[in-house]
C-alpha cells in the first residue's frame, strides 16, 4: 500500500483525485480525519503542522520563582502532538505502508511538515521506503511530474525551519514573559514580543515620532493658466518651490504678458511592462484593489489549493525555462480572458519581462487552471489579478508621447508638460494602474500668448507618510526581518495584540509603550540587525554551512546578552510600561467629580467607570468585547475634553464610536423623546446638574431631583416615574429583540435591527405583543408567512408558560402539560382533571391541586375533586366495558366521565360535542353499565 501525506485535506483530496485517473476514489472518515483511497493508494491530509515544539514539563508556572523568565533560554524543548487523530491514523495506516510520499508545499516550513510526518512514519515502520513529491501548482501536469519523479526530503531545509522554530519559541517565550511580569499584566492582557514583531513594532512606532516631531515648512509655488485655439495650458514656474517668500512675491509680481514660447520639446518615453509575481509585490497589487495582506494571502492559499495558481509563497521574479508558457495561455483561452490571450499572443513581446530576484524553489505566481467568476465569488478579483498580471509580463512596452514647452513671462521662466498615450501596450490587459493623458495644444517657439490666470499659492511641507501594510512588508523584505511566508502574519499579530491599529497603521499607546521602554534599556530587540543575523544564519543551515544546534546556541547567547541589560531596569520598565498603559485606559476627567474615567473589563463586558468610585458612580456602557476590545484614540472631544473610544476586534476595521459622552447623551435623547413631561429646557437643566443618564434619573429621589433642577416635588415625582416606564419599554424591548432573534435569521437587507424598527412601528414593543399581534401586522415588520406563525406561536407558548410558572405548578409538570398539549392556564383550566391526568401522566391528586390553583388565579370555579382510590376504581370499571379501549378512554375522560356513575349520568349530546363520541356509541356504552 502506497501512503501519500499531504499538507492540508483539500491537497490531499485534488492529488488523490488527479493520480486516480478514471479509477472513483472513495472518500471516508476514521476518527474524524478525512482519507482518499483508489486502487492501492491512501492520500490523507495534515494540517499544517501536527506537532509543536514546546518546552519539557516544569515552565508552565510564569511566577514561579525557581524558573524565572531567563531560564526558558535554557530549557529543553521536545515535540507534542497538537492533532492528536491525525497522528494516531499516521501510524495505524505506516504500518501496512510499503511506500510512503511526502507531498507538502515546497518551501521550508512545507519541508519541516514533511520531516514531521516523516518522524511519524519511521516510528512506527523504520523500513518503509519514503520519497518526496515536489510541485509549485496543484494541476494534473505538475502533481503527475511530481510523482514520477519523486526525490529525497531535504533534511538541511528542514533542520533550518526546526531551527526557526526553536529560535522564536525561547525568544518569544523569554521575553513576553518577562515584560508582562514586570508591568504586571497576565491572562489575556500579556505584553507579547518577538523576534520579528517587536523590530518590525519598532519601525511603525518610529515613523509615528518622525510624524510627530515634524515641523512644517512654508514653501510656495506660481503657477500660470494661457490657451492656444481654445485649449487651456496649465505652466509652473521653473523654479519649482520657492522656500523664500520674498522671491516668491518678486516673481509673481515680475510674470506679466507677453507669453512668449521659448522651446517645444518633443519625446517619448518608454512605460515598461510590470515584472512577474513574486510573494510581496502580489500583496503591493492586492491591497491597490482593496485587500489587507493577511486577506490576499489567505484567498491566494485557496486558490492554488484548488488549482487555480501557483504556489503563492516565492521569491522568484523571473519565469524559469521549464515553465511552459504557451501552455499557460492555451489553457487561459478557456476563460473569459480568451480575447486578451488571443491580443497577447499577436503582440507577445519576445522575452517575458524579468525581475531582479531568482530562485530555484518556486517560479513567479501565475494561474495554473480555468475558473470562472460564479464559481469563485469573491475571489475573483484576486485571480483575475494574477492572470492579468501574467498576460501584462508577456506584452510589449507601453509608448507615451512627450511635450515640454517652455515659456517666458518678462524674465520669468514657466513650463508647461504634457503626454499623450500612443502605444498602450501592456495596459490592454492590465488596467490596475491609471494612464490618463495630458495632451497640449501645437505652438511654435516664439508664438507669443496671453496670461488668463496667475495663481501664488502657499503650501506646506508634509511628514512622513505612515505605513500601509504592503508598504510596510516591502521594507520588512528589504531589511530581512521574518519571510515571505510570514511577514503578513505578524503585521496580524501586531493587530491582534492591540499594538497596532488602522491603515495606514499607527502604534497604540501600548505598542509605543513596549516598544519605547525596549528600545531605551534593550535595543537589540528592536533593532532589525538581531533578526537579520539570525536569518542569514538559517539560511546558511539549508546549504550546510551552519548546522541547527549551532545556530539555536548561538540565538542563545545573543538572548542572554539581551537579558543582562534587561534584568537590572526590570521595575524601571514595569515602571514605564503601568505608566503609559494606564494612560492608554484613561480617557478623561470624570464629569461629575474630576477624577480620572477609565476603560474597565470585567469578563465579556466593558465600560467607562470612575476611580472615584464608590463615591462617584458616574459610568458609560460599551459594547460587550465581542465586538472588540475598547481603546482610547488621539482625537479628542472639544466639549467634553475626553479621549474618543475605538472597538478594535481581530480581522475587522476599528470601529469608531467617538466621544463616549456624546454618544451616551445622543442616546439619551431618543429615550428622553418617550416621556412626555421631558422638555429640552429639562434636559439641559439634567446636563448642567451632571445627570447623564436616564438610569440614573430613575434611581434619584424626588426631593432630590427637584433641588438638582429647581423644579417642584411633584414635577420630580412624574420625571421619575416617567423615565422608570421607558427603562421597563427598554427592557420588554430588549427581551422582545433577544427573543425574536431565535426563531428569525438574519438575511440581506434584513437585520435584527430592521426588524426590530419594524416591529416598534407597528407597535409591537413586547413578547406579549407579538402572541397578540396578527399574521399580517407581523408580515409588514419583514417576516415570511412561516416565519410570523412561528413566532406568534412560540410567543403564546412563553408568555403561557411563565403565566404558569407565575401560578406555581412546577417546572418538570409544566413540561408535561406542554407536550401533552396544554398550553396556557386557560388549556388546563377548561381541561376535566381525569383528561389531563391521562394525558399527562400526573397523578390525579396533583392534577387536582394544580388545577384548582389555576382556576383560582383565572377566577373560575375550583375543578371536580377525584381521589386516587375513585380514579383507580373508575378506570376499571369503564374498561370492563365491552369495546373500551385505550381510544374511547381518553374520549370518555375528555368528557368529564371517569367511572360508571358519571357515564350513566351523562347527556350523549354534550357527551358527542365535548368528548368526540357518537350518540349511539355512547348509548350502548350508558346501556351495558346498566347491566
Known sequence: MHLIIAEKNIAANRIAQILSGKDKVSAKKEGGVNVYTFGDKISIGLRGHVVEVDFVEGYTNWRSQERPPRSLIDAET??????????????????????????TDFDTEGELIGKEAYELVRAVN??????????????????????????????????AGEARQVVDLIWGASLTRFISLAAKRGGGNILSVGRVQSPTLAMI?????????????????????????????????????????KLADAAYAGTKDPLVVTEVKEGKRVDRAPTPFDTTQFIVAAARIGYSAANAMRVAEELYMNGFISYPRTDNTIYPPSLNLDNILTTLEKTKFARDVAWVRKNRRTKPTEGKKSSTDHPPIHPTGVATEEQLGENWKLYELVVRR??????????????????????????????????AGWRTVYPYSEAKDSILPVVKKGEKLKIQDLNLEEKQT????????????????????????????????????????????????????VTESLEAHASTITRPDMTQKLEQAMEAIKVRNKSRDGVVDDSRKMLHQVFDELEPNEAVIGQEIMGQTDEELTIGPCPVCGKDLRIRRKGGSQFIGCNGYPDCTCNISLPGTMWGSAVRTKKVCEVHN?????????????????????QLIE?????????PAMTEALQQKLLDAKIFSLYELSKLEPAVLAKKLGITKKQAETLIHEANDVLDLIRRRSECKKFMKQFVPPKRGRS??????????????????????????????????????????EAISLIAKNQLKDIGIPAVSLKRYQEAGFLTPEDIASAHPAYLAFKTGISIETVGKHATLITQSLGKPDPVKISKKAFESGKIELTSLPGVGESTLEHLYRAGIFDKKSLISADPAKVAKSGGLSKDHLKKLQAAAVV
Open 78 to 103: 521536545i515535540k507534542r502532538p497538537t492533532e492528536p487523530a491525525i497522528v494516531k491514523l499516521i501510524h495505524k495506516i505506516a504500518k501496512k505502508a510499503n511506500r510512503v510520499t511526502i507531498a
Open 126 to 159: 523504520p523500513k518503509v521506503p519514503i520519497d518526496r513529491a515536489r510541485f509549485s501548482a496543484i494541476t494534473k501536469e505538475e502533481i503527475n511530474r511530481a510523482f514520477s519523479e519523486p526525490s529525497d526530503l531535504d533534511f538541511d531545509l528542514a533542520a
Open 205 to 245: 512606532v518610529d515613523r509615528e515620532k518622525e510624524i510627530e516631531s515634524f515641523i512644517p515648512e512654508p514653501y510656495w509655488e506660481i503657477s500660470l493658466t494661457t490657451e492656444k485655439d481654445g485649449q487651456s495650458i496649465i505652466a509652473r514656474h521653473a523654479e519649482g518651490r520657492f522656500t523664500d517668500k
Open 390 to 423: 501574467f498576460l501584462a509580463t508577456l506584452s510589449p512596452d507601453a509608448e507615451w508621447a512627450t511635450m515640454r514647452i517652455g515659456m517666458d513671462a518678462t524674465g520669468q521662466n514657466y513650463v508647461a508638460t504634457g503626454s499623450r498615450l500612443t502605444e
Open 462 to 513: 508634509q511628514p512622513p507618510p505612515r505605513y500601509s501594510q504592503s508598504k510596510l512588508i516591502q521594507v520588512m523584505e528589504e531589511l530581512g526581518l521574518g519571510t515571505k511566508s510570514t511577514r503578513h502574519e505578524v503585521i496580524q499579530k501586531l493587530i491582534s495584540r492591540k499594538y497596532i491599529e488602522g491603515n495606514p497603521l499607527r502604534p497604540t499607546l501600548v505598542g509605543k509603550a
Open 642 to 662: 475626553l479621549f474618543h473610544v475605538s472597538l478594535i476586534a481581530k480581522g475587522a476595521r476599528p470601529w469608531e464610536m467617538g466621544c463616549p459622552l456624546c
Open 667 to 675: 442616546q439619551q435623547k431618543e429615550h428622553y423623546a418617550k416621556m
Open 752 to 793: 435584527h435591527t430592521k426588524v426590530m424598527n419594524g416591529f416598534t412601528e407597528s407597535g409591537i414593543n413586547c413578547i406579549g405583543d407579538i402572541a397578540s399581534a396578527t399574521i399580517e401586522s407581523l408580515k409588514k415588520t419583514g417576516l415570511s408567512e412561516e416565519e410570523a406563525k412561528t413566532l406568534k406561536s
